[in-house]
């Protein structure tokens, strides 16, 4: 069964799913944008056999606290910090990582940060390289670098309902296979009043994470990590090349291009659990 939890970390409340034997092997699941822990709904019970999942929504999404732009440091070193602060008062040190879309940023500056904690990594359009990003993103580095009147209907029109269904449905081979609940979710909490303001703050310090870049990839030269990459052949957000270029710094990285898009659990969860399970049980000698 998974628990529904919440954390009082740093003055925000932290909502978090818990599930899977405690003194197992510990995996945390980070999200992506719009949505929440959510998204992994149906991958926690595929998992929790034999591992202890933990899956936090980051602050501004979710369940979790969504202080307004002005109370709240909105930047990808701040998520990062929360998530550090919450696994610290779980008592969770070692821990592999399941990084996805805003995930990726988030858990790898955790991994890059403490080396000595991450036992493996699973990447679901979670980039660390620059040949991942594709003209989706073009709009969203224009606002980043020169925010006004000029570049914000651009990146506004990405909260709407039509560009979230659309995360969920492009790519995807028969879209009668995603439910409408996930988008559906998403845009109510995108909704919320003043939430537009907390992902324009987001949208606005991406860009940051690209400076980071290079000591992810020291990272992975200086530690080989296990790395198992599940990306969706046709996601327009990271495209494919994302996921081969993790072969540069990490030649044993298995790495899995699926026939689907951006938020490839949806139609592709018993695939994807497999090679989870597949993975970790190899590499944690499970």
Same mark, same amino acid.
């Given at each position: 069964?998974?628990?529904? #939890? ?6 925000? #409340? ?16 980070? *999200? ?42 909105? %930047?990808? /070193?701040?998520?990062? /910090? ?38 493996? !990594? !699973? ?13 989706? =993103? ?6 980043? %670098? ?19 269904? =659309? ?14 609940? %996930? =988008?559906?979710? /998403? ?74 898009? *951006?938020?490839? @659990?949806?139609?592709? @969860?018993? %695939?994807?659990?497999?090679?989870? #399970? ?9």
């Amino acid at each position: 069964m998974t628990s529904y #939890r919440h954390a009082d970390i740093n003055g925000q #409340r932290v909502f978090y799913r818990d599930a899977g034997p405690a003194d197992a092997p510990v995996l945390v699941l980070l *999200h992506g944008f719009p949505t929440s822990s959510h998204m992994f709904r149906e991958l926690i019970p595929a998992l929790a056999d034999r591992y202890r999942v933990i899956a936090p929504d980051h602050i501004g999404f979710g369940h979790s606290s969504a202080p307004s732009a002005d109370e709240f440091d909105y %930047t990808f /070193d701040a998520l990062t /910090d929360i998530t550090l602060a919450l696994l610290d008062q779980l008592g969770v040190r070692e821990h592999a990582l399941y990084i996805q879309d805003y995930g990726a940023p988030i858990g790898l500056k955790i991994a890059s940060r403490h080396p000595e904690r991450v036992t493996a !990594i !699973i990447t679901q359009s979670g980039n660390a390289y620059t040949e991942g990003f594709t003209p989706f =993103w073009e709009p969203l580095f224009a606002y980043a %670098t020169n925010p006004g009147p000029d570049t914000e209907p651009a990146v506004r029109a990405l909260l709407t309902s039509d560009a979230t269904r =659309w995360q969920y449905t492009h790519g995807v081979k028969d879209p009668s296979r995603i439910s409408p609940d %996930t =988008w559906t979710h /998403d845009q109510a909490l995108l909704d919320r009043p003043g939430n537009a303001e907390v992902q324009l703050a987001l949208f606005r310090d991406y860009r940051h994470n690209l400076d980071a870049y290079p000591a992810f990839q020291q990272y992975f030269r200086d530690t080989q990590v296990p790395l198992l990459v599940v990306w969706g052949r046709h996601d327009e957000i990271f495209g494919p090349d994302g996921a081969r270029a993790f072969r540069r710094d990490l030649p044993d990285a298995e790495i899995h291009l699926l026939d689907t898009g *951006h938020f490839a @659990l949806e139609d592709s @969860l018993d %695939t994807i659990a497999g090679y989870i #399970r597949g993975f970790l049980g190899r590499v944690l000698n499970q």
